[in-house]
């Protein structure tokens, strides 16, 4: 059966970018222009400080502003010819382009509307950020009306004039993911992230759930250390649930990946009814007898599963059937053990008994066999002494395993580096 991901992050794995800004604590801006429609284009410069027309472009400037205002769609090209020959400045260009954009709402044309903010944007007049707005706001409008190709552009251009806006970056996502384009809408979205920790804030939570939404909805091999990366920043245990049991969910067939991820929720305290007595099957059926019967004692004990509860009463009645294994009895089993297999099995006993020394040198005893399995020797190895309190040897075992375990490990350090 799939781990299941809670109700917050199935939010956010499946709401929509509309409005998209509002998603990560913005206001989703709209385009408008900045000239007055009711006003001859020189008086509306005057009124900016700064922006004054060219005598040369003025004439034109005030022909062109007196086309868009009696919305004379029919002469506005040939105005606009007039003025951009007559330019001479910045001021200018960006006056003209304004006076486009102005043309171009009140004509519902989404193309000349782009055109003119390109136009705004090449003009030199404006800073980025103001830049970055205006392309963030054709954007919101293209996204509005499900053109998500253009608005993907539209949203590009804006983080391209303005790098350091993360939020731009998440848009791009939201564009790319309503158009299908969902392993570029992850790309996006780690970029959105690592530009906001390039900032003076922490990434904000909302874009963590998004981009591991969005990555777990495309099967994208990133949303694991998305995931990963959300609970390096936001530790809580909806967050490490949702974590791990996407983790699983990449790993089903896996049966190691299982035990030891569960004994990770075990030790936050996080693990449900069902999950104890999953790793309390998965440890007897690995002959790890010692651990199966302390998983369903402690579970009965927090009062998460009833022994006399139907669906866990065979279980508890088979565990509780199993002889658990003495320290007498795994020092003489590791001495005879006839390989590196049945030496994992006797270190998980001892660890499951809290003898995490002998634990280490039954793992380390496996390690040297032809069998053994040095990544996951080494992974047990820090899962012991990170039981055992031991932070700076758990962490060199764990930054030693290699390979399809070393996500595991991560998890494990994860978890290391933030408990008390």
Excluded: C
Excluded at 28 to 57: D, F, L, R, Y
Aim: proline share 5%; no cysteine.
């Amino acid at each position: 059966m799939k781990p299941t991901i809670t109700t917050a992050l199935a939010l956010a794995m499946t709401v929509t970018a509309a409005p998209a800004a509002a998603q990560y604590g913005m206001s989703g801006p709209t385009v408008s222009a900045s000239v007055p429609q009711n006003q001859p284009a020189a008086a509306a410069a005057q009124q900016q400080p700064g922006i004054k027309p060219s005598q040369k472009a003025l004439k034109p400037l005030i022909d062109l502003q007196d086309a868009v205002t009696k919305n004379d769609v029919a002469n506005i090209p040939a105005k606009v010819a007039a003025a951009q020959a007559a330019a001479q400045t910045k001021e200018d260009r960006y006056l003209i382009a304004e006076l486009q954009l102005k043309a171009a709402l009140a004509a519902h044309n989404d193309a000349a509307m782009s055109a003119a903010i390109d136009a705004i944007a090449a003009s030199g007049y404006n800073n980025a950020a103001t830049n970055a707005d205006l392309y963030e706001s054709l954007g919101q409008t293209f996204f509005n009306n499900k053109q998500y190709a253009e608005a993907a552009a539209a949203f590009r251009k804006a983080a391209t004039v303005n790098p350091s806006d993360w939020h731009t970056s998440a848009l791009v996502g939201e564009a790319l993911f309503g158009a299908g384009q969902k392993d570029e809408a992850v790309s996006a979205f780690q970029h959105a992230i690592q530009t906001s920790a390039a900032g003076a804030n922490k990434p904000d939570e909302n874009l963590y759930k998004r981009a591991v939404g969005i990555a777990y909805d495309a099967k994208s091999p990133a949303a694991p250390d998305l995931a990963l990366a959300w609970v390096a920043a936001y530790p809580a245990p909806s967050s490490w649930s949702d974590a791990i049991a996407i983790y699983r969910n990449y790993n089903l067939s896996d049966d190691e990946t299982t035990i030891d991820l569960l004994r990770l929720k075990q030790a936050m305290g996080i693990m449900t009814a069902g999950e104890y007595a999953l790793l309390a099957q998965k440890a007897s059926d690995q002959l790890v007898f010692g651990e199966a019967r302390s998983v369903i004692d402690a579970a009965i004990a927090a009062n998460k599963i009833d022994p006399s509860n139907p669906t866990y009463r065979d279980l508890v009645a088979a565990v509780r059937s199993k002889a658990k294994p003495t320290p007498t009895d795994l020092a003489t089993a590791m001495k005879i053990a006839a390989n590196g297999k049945a030496l994992m099995r006797i270190g998980d006993n001892y660890a499951a008994i809290g003898d995490y020394s002998n634990a280490v040198q039954a793992y380390k005893l496996a390690m040297a066999r032809p069998d053994g399995d040095a990544a996951v020797a080494n992974l047990h190895i820090g899962i012991a002494l990170v039981q055992a309190g031991d932070k700076a040897g758990a962490t060199a075992a764990l930054n030693s395993v290699t390979g399809p375990r070393s996500g595991i490990a991560k998890y494990w350090l994860t978890y290391l580096t933030q408990k008390a």
